[in-house]
T-cell receptor, first 109, second 114 residues
Framework: GQSLEQPSEVTAVEGAIVQINCTYQ??????LSWYQQHDGGAPTFLSYNALDGLEETGRFSSFLSRSDSYGYLLLQELQMKDSASYFC??????????WGAGTKLIIKP | ETGVTQTPRHLVMGMTNKKSLKCEQHLGHNAMYWYKQSAKKPLELMFV???????ENNSVPSRFSPECPNSSHLFLHLHTLQPEDSALYLC?????????????FGPGTRLTVT
């Protein structure tokens, strides 16, 4: 079957760096996206990787290795407002959009 | 304000009721989506419409019936639901039906089936 695996919960300290991993098993691959969702809020787009390497957008970076079927989201200089759930999503060769179960990021002062 | 609105925000319905969820996007997008979000589970893509035509139906039970009268509006008609259908139902839109295009989500409808 097709699946995306990401940790269910990650805890970090304010000001630190945290990495949220995502491994995928899909029939084909057209790109990996990351979304952020605060409690009670709607998911919002963070990044999209179609090619290998690191994409940086401010404090957030996203990495992809297609040969390893693996990606990660890197958050730097963590702020309390970064406490949220983070979802990875992959579109496979059948154009099916497959989502991970989400990683709850808990930030402590 | 994300440009995608959903009504109602909360809905409680019995298993014999019929109700409809409404989604409207003000972004000029061509693709619209219905998702189901249950606690600690992946987002489940239910339906995709591209230029008002349904392009994906991910084995969703017939008690869920989508309708897309134009590219700005999307409905989800509900009838004879089950308690396990209780979840957050999210609508989203994107410029085109492709992962590389950012999806904009509405705030969701929290549905409780009693």
């Amino acid at each position: 079957g097709q699946s995306l695996e990401q940790p269910s919960e990650v805890t970090a300290v304010e000001g630190a760096i945290v990495q949220i991993n995502c491994t995928y098993q899909t029939s084909g691959f057209y790109g990996l996206s990351w979304y952020q969702q605060h409690d009670g809020g709607a998911p919002t787009f963070l990044s999209y990787n179609a090619l290998d390497g690191l994409e940086e957008t401010g404090r957030f970076s996203s990495f992809l290795s297609r040969s390893d079927s693996y990606g990660y989201l890197l958050l730097q200089e963590l702020q309390m407002k970064d406490s949220a759930s983070y979802f990875c999503a992959v579109r496979d060769s059948n154009y099916q959009l497959i989502w991970g179960a989400g990683t709850k990021l808990i930030i402590k002062p | 304000e994300t440009g995608v609105t959903q009504t109602p925000r909360h809905l409680v319905m019995g298993m014999t009721n019929k109700k409809s969820l409404k989604c409207e996007q003000h972004l000029g997008h061509n693709a619209m989506y219905w998702y189901k979000q249950s606690a600690k589970k992946p987002l489940e893509l239910m339906f995709v419409y591209n230029f008002k035509e349904q392009t994906e139906n991910n084995s969703v039970p017939s008690r869920f019936s989508p309708e897309c009268p134009n590219s700005s509006h999307l409905f989800l008609h509900l009838h004879t639901l089950q308690p396990e259908d209780s979840a957050l139902y999210l609508c989203a839109s994107s410029q085109e039906r492709d992962l590389s295009y950012e999806q904009y989500f509405g705030p969701g409808t929290r549905l409780t089936v009693t």
